[in-house]
């Protein structure tokens, strides 16, 4: 397994993280949930990989991320794994799989690690979810926070909007983020805020930032790959920039070959196989014996 060998240098954890923040160097991340996805990003130097229980909406067309299983993000996770040498491999722990209680929570966590290859677990929430933090960080697992839109809780919120618009909200979420890195999370990724307010918490927190749709001066943006290369259907939120149509290329080179196989321009020779002479010759041979053999059978 690729994650037993030794690290690509420049291998990205946690300290590399810190020294960005650091530095003032702005890091990246996508998602992925496949070996060909994770392999063309890692080799493209994207910094992590987040393993995102967007898998739901993305890969398996649930419309939300509350039906993704544990298995479905393991499964992918350890697809990602394969596929990457460089970037930090960040598995999301999915709706269900760390609400019953702290001890399930690091149960669940172990597994992303131990069988799926994860580097790190990213949760969604805020002062509600410091104690599920500090646990998980005490057993040596580096976490990721998430607030802002926190797409798990779709039902609750009743819809995707920009969260802490209101004074009072964006108190909440400036306290949620402190509150957060007190408890031992390594980055929090907000989601869908005013860039204003994740300015204020990138420049206040000594951890970084991971932005969508929160403006520029997070230390990190983060994007749903099959959103930055046009492979979703339907309107795109207006924080996506999308860099490609791969849809309307795979729709061409379908439509491409498929007129090609009705109109017999495929296969070609040069894309089948054809017997060796020798072959041909001996093969000639049997068929006129077993022909001659076989009148002879017929006419006794
Ligand atoms: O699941 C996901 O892809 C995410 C990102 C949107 C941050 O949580």
Redesign the pocket.
């Known amino acids: 397994m690729a994650y037993l060998q030794p690290d690509k240098p420049g291998k990205v954890y946690l300290p590399a993280i810190r020294e960005a923040k650091e530095k003032g160097e702005k890091l990246v ?1 996508l ?1 992925a949930y496949d070996y060909p996805t994770a392999r063309i990003i890692d080799e493209a130097g994207v910094d992590m990989i ?7 909406n ?1 890969i398996h067309g649930y419309g939300n ?1 509350i039906p993704v299983t544990l298995e479905e993000i393991l499964s992918a996770c350890i697809a990602v794994k394969r596929g990457t040498e460089r970037a930090m491999v960040i598995a ?1 722990m999915p709706y269900g799989s760390y609400h019953i209680n702290e001890d399930e929570a690091v149960r669940n966590a172990i597994r992303l690690m131990k069988y799926g290859g994860a580097e790190a677990v ?1 949760i ?1 929430g805020g002062r509600n979810r410091v104690n599920i933090v500090k646990r998980l960080v005490d057993e040596e697992i580096p976490v990721v926070a ?1 607030i802002g839109l926190t ?1 798990q809780s779709v039902y609750k919120l009743g819809g995707y909007r920009v969260q802490g618009k209101t004074a009072e909200a964006a108190k909440r979420l400036i306290e949620d983020a402190h509150l957060l890195e007190e408890a031992g999370a390594f980055a929090i ?1 907000l ?1 869908l805020v005013p860039r204003e307010i994740a300015e204020i918490i990138t420049k206040s927190l000594k951890i970084s930032t ?1 932005g ?1 749709g929160a403006g520029a001066h997070c230390d990190i943006q ?3 790959l099959h959103d930055l290369i046009g492979m979703t259907f339907g309107r795109q939120p207006r924080f996506v920039r999308q860099y490609a149509n791969v849809r309307q290329v795979i729709h061409d080179a379908i439509t491409s070959w498929m007129n090609d196989v009705k109109s017999g321009n495929y296969p070609s020779e040069q894309e089948s196989y054809g017997l060796p002479e020798e072959t041909k010759k001996e093969l000639n041979l049997l068929m006129n014996f077993q022909k001659a053999y076989g009148d002879n059978q017929s006419s006794s």
Do not use: F, N, R
């Not at 987040?50 to 739901?56: R, T, Y």
């Open positions: 991340c998602t987040l393993v995102g229980d967007s898998i739901g993305v991320t999301d990213k969604e998430h797409p990724v989601e991971i969508i983060v994007l749903v």
